[in-house]
């Protein structure tokens, strides 16, 4: 069965810092991998998808990679800001639709 | 242009009650999702539509849950003879042809039930 963890579950930064997080899945036979943002008593917005034959993709300010051998992806934010701040999601789909979510990391930055 | 809708946006109703949540997809896409969302259990995949068929039903938690989508478009989403652990945040979301596709959600439904 898989499963979806993210580290560190919570991260609270000043502004202009750049930071990693962290998501881990216990198994590799994943068809992509997808990050979200949730503001809080919203919906999720996807920012990055990857699949699986990709190593990163990149879309302003932030960089996702995935290394799919060690169930291991990354989300890469570059100068944060006090926008930045939401519960970051990871999740992954295999060989069937649905999405396996991590439990997420709540990002505070603050001015 | 117009993105995934869901009404109601809040609903409270009584232990025992049955509710219908509605879920409109971006217009144009085959496949859509529900999931539910509460404290304890973080974000569960609850059933997927490829049109007006549900090829995974896989994460209905009983069979007080059911759900349909007509014309390939609209869903709803029925729970009966709800139960305090149904509260959660339902949300929808729709991929243009589904198979890994990006999945774009809905603000979501939150459901209490007293």
């Known amino acids: 069965k898989q499963e979806v963890t993210q580290i560190p579950a919570a991260l609270s930064v000043p502004e202009g810092e750049n930071l990693v997080l962290n998501c881990s899945f216990t198994d590799s036979a994943i068809y992509n991998l997808q990050w979200f943002r949730q503001d809080p008593g919203k919906g999720l917005t996807s920012l990055l998808l990857?699949?699986?034959?990709?190593r990163e993709q990149t879309s302003g300010r932030l960089n996702a990679s995935l290394d799919k051998s060690s169930g291991r992806s990354t989300l890469y934010i570059a100068a944060s800001q006090p926008g930045d701040s939401a519960t970051y999601l990871c999740?992954?789909?295999?060989?069937?639709?649905?999405?396996?979510f991590g439990t997420g990391t709540r990002l505070q930055v603050f001015p | 242009g117009a993105g995934v809708s869901q009404s109601p946006s809040n609903k409270v109703t009584e232990k025992g009650k049955d509710v219908e949540l509605r879920c409109d997809p971006i217009s144009g896409h085959t496949a859509l999702y529900w999931y539910r969302q509460s404290l304890g259990q973080g974000l569960e995949f609850l059933i997927y539509f490829q049109g007006n068929s549900a090829p995974d039903k896989s994460g209905l938690p009983s069979d007080r849950f059911s759900a349909e989508r007509t014309g390939g478009s609209v869903s709803t989403l029925t729970i009966q003879r709800t139960q305090q652990e149904d509260s959660a945040v339902y949300l929808c979301?729709?991929?243009?042809?589904?198979?890994?596709?990006?999945?774009?959600f809905g603000p979501g439904t939150r459901l209490t039930v007293l």
């Open positions: 979301a729709s991929s243009l042809v589904g198979g890994g596709d990006t999945q774009y």
């Open positions: 990857i699949q699986s034959s990709q």
């Open positions: 999740a992954v789909s295999g060989n069937t639709d649905k999405l396996i």
